[in-house]
């Protein structure tokens, strides 16, 4: 009889929650109309950023060495992403050649192992990997490379204990298996992988005190790993318990610091980027509106470079591709601004440039 | 590209075309260096003058990892090439080699970037497989840096993941990383690292989680909260320990238990009067300890006479409006307990 009774509540939570989540897309999708008929929240330097971002690539053609070009010259394929996914926020993708971007992610590519580089000449990792297969969807050129091939590359980083690691130093997180399964998200090749190791790993770097999720085992609770972790066990299919995301998400909620931005970990500065990671979570969680979202998009508008365009870490410092690209998926996410490039949540992608197989939320 | 100011730039700007463009030059010489150090790459080139190269641009940019892959093939290859000839002449060299690579890689993350993750992980790769796990390595050395590290920034988490490597290594238990933790927070109560650090030593140690030291505990980090009412530091570990007052029947100490609980309920309550009613961490603590009441001890009153979990989250939704739609989501998780 209670055991009758106790399944009769545990379906009833989960109609609620279906309901629930249900209202929750709904609201999304009302909250994204209103925006476009609006327009930017005030204060938006959108076309600043589009120059900014812009500049990245003609610094480059003019070989204008700056400080920031020369310290991700080693991942550029990162920067790409950052700066072609900030443009298609911005709408303004078609201002760049995406041929010329294309042609050169594919020399990142290493032709033994199918694996990819940050740029060319360096050496290939599963993070750089998974970053040119994003640049490739961004840019609609999946079709150039051969997705069994790059699956079986990320496939042969996968360790005994259901992590990914670095084929040259063995180091291992759980950005590597962030970065693994969605790559192999993308390629619509999950099944090459032990995925049930691989959320064993994750949750081996849950931390019961907090919910939150460290780097590796035993680590503190940081909220860019979180986003690799929750991310991960998104796309390998597997919900945490209701108390664990509750949990998780209060403490993903007490990230909102006075400024109104959000930190990392308890009693840091807030910055720019966990606008994105910690912000997407509580997305993931179904929780966006445990923190005060107003605030949080006043502080984003504050750290942008009001000189130079783009977003900075915090306001006063100087702005970076980095937080710019995280800075506007923190401003679509809360619908700040208007923009047709709806976020995947987990993926970080535009859901337009997703192929259907990789849809998530 | 954390942390440059606006301000900078400008003086930057303002600065005399001689310096301009000895920085450009500068900027122009760094990035054909890289150039040359990968065309060394791809030619598995791992030549003296080319580690020499590679370690000069890791210690201003230690983050790019092609460069430590050449200097970890140099390092491997002198080692196997002596010891084709000598064995004994071989672990010597090894021994030799980790203590320069440490040195090196010391620099390079002291002047180039002290949060670099590839800097960080090439060092636990010069204990781990270099030196053979340890073994070639002077781990008490080593474990020295990492204090001076943290002493220099408290937080740093890539120190204490090194740091592990190296407690794992001198075999070092949980009672090891409790003196260590506790040394941390002594010198700065609001250092969450340290209390995280507590909390994993105290969970390889559940026999030290007795009603007595759960006492200790709280008197510890009860010290902390008076001083320091607002810092979340010591509130998250204070969050922690309540969570392990639920009973334990193998301990038989369940009566301490509820002691402690309603002992706790007194202090939160008397550290949000201090803060005129407006504690919102004291009263996260008295709904902490409301549910674990509700969950473990039914029976027992946890909260004080016109307390109720209504009260405790308007009072919570008054001092910390941003948090109010979890406060509601609170309230109704308590009500619907009881």
Known sequence: MAEAAEQALRARVGVLEAESAARGAEIDRLERELRKRDGDVDGFMREKHVAYVLDFWRKEKETKDTLEMLSIEHIRVQGVFWAFGSLQILSAQDKVNTEEIVAWALKCQDKTSAGFAGNVGHDTNVINTQFAVYVLAQCGALDKIDADAVAAYVAARQQPDGSFADEWSGEKDTRYTCCALFCLQILGRLEVVDLAGAVRYVLSCRNAADGGFGQVPHAESHAAFTYTALGALKVAGHELPADEADELAWWLAERQCDSGGLNGRPEKQADVCYSFWALTCLKMLGRIDWIDRDRLCKFILECQDEDAGGIADRPGNVSDLFHTFFGLCGLELLHSIATPAQISPVLALPMSVLPPHASLC | ?338
């Not at chain 2, 080699?97 to 040195?103: G, N, V, Y």
């Not at chain 2, 002594?186 to 030593?201: C, M």
């Open chain 2, 1 to 338: 590209m954390h942390g440059r100011k606006q301000k900078d730039r400008a003086l930057a700007e303002a600065e005399d075309p001689a310096k301009k463009a000895a920085r450009a030059a500068k900027y122009a010489k760094l990035r054909s260096l890289l150039h040359t150090a990968l065309e060394c790459r791809a030619a598995h080139d791992t030549s003296d003058a080319t580690m020499t190269l590679c370690g000069e641009l890791l210690c201003i940019n230690p983050s790019i990892n092609t460069l430590w892959n050449v200097r970890r093939d140099g390092l491997l290859a002198r080692i196997r090439a002596a010891g084709e000839k000598d064995e004994t002449a071989a672990q010597a060299l090894r021994e030799d080699l980790c203590k320069q690579e440490l040195e090196l890689n010391r620099h390079a993350l002291v002047k180039g970037n002290v949060k670099s993750h590839e800097g960080w992980s090439h060092r636990a790769w010069i204990v781990e497989v270099l030196g053979e796990d340890g073994s070639c390595i002077n781990v008490d050395r080593e474990l020295m840096l990492c204090d001076q590290l943290l002493a220099a920034d408290e937080r740093n988490f890539h120190c204490f993941q090194y740091r592990r490597v190296l407690a794992r290594i001198a075999k070092h238990g949980p009672d090891d990383d409790l003196r260590f933790a506790e040394g941390l927070v002594e010198r700065n109560f609001s250092n969450y690292s340290a209390w995280h650090l507590r909390i994993k030593a105290l969970e390889a140690r559940p026999d030290h989680l007795r009603a007595a030291d759960l006492e200790e505990e709280f008197g510890l980090v009860c010290n902390a909260l008076f001083t320091e009412p607002d810092d979340s530091s010591g509130w998250m570990y204070h969050r922690w320990l309540v969570g392990q007052l639920q009973p334990r029947s193998a301990l038989d100490d369940e009566v301490d238990r509820r002691r402690i609980l309603q002992d706790q309920v007194a202090t939160c309550t008397e550290l949000n009067e201090m803060e005129g009613g407006e504690s919102k961490w004291a009263l996260l603590g008295l709904c902490r300890l409301y549910e674990l009441g509700l969950r473990h001890y039914a029976d027992l009153d946890v909260l004080p006479p016109g307390t109720s979990a209504g009260s405790l989250c308007a009072a919570l939704k008054s001092c910390d409006p941003g948090h109010a739609v979890y406060y509601h989501h609170l309230e109704a998780k308590l009500t619907s307990m009881k």
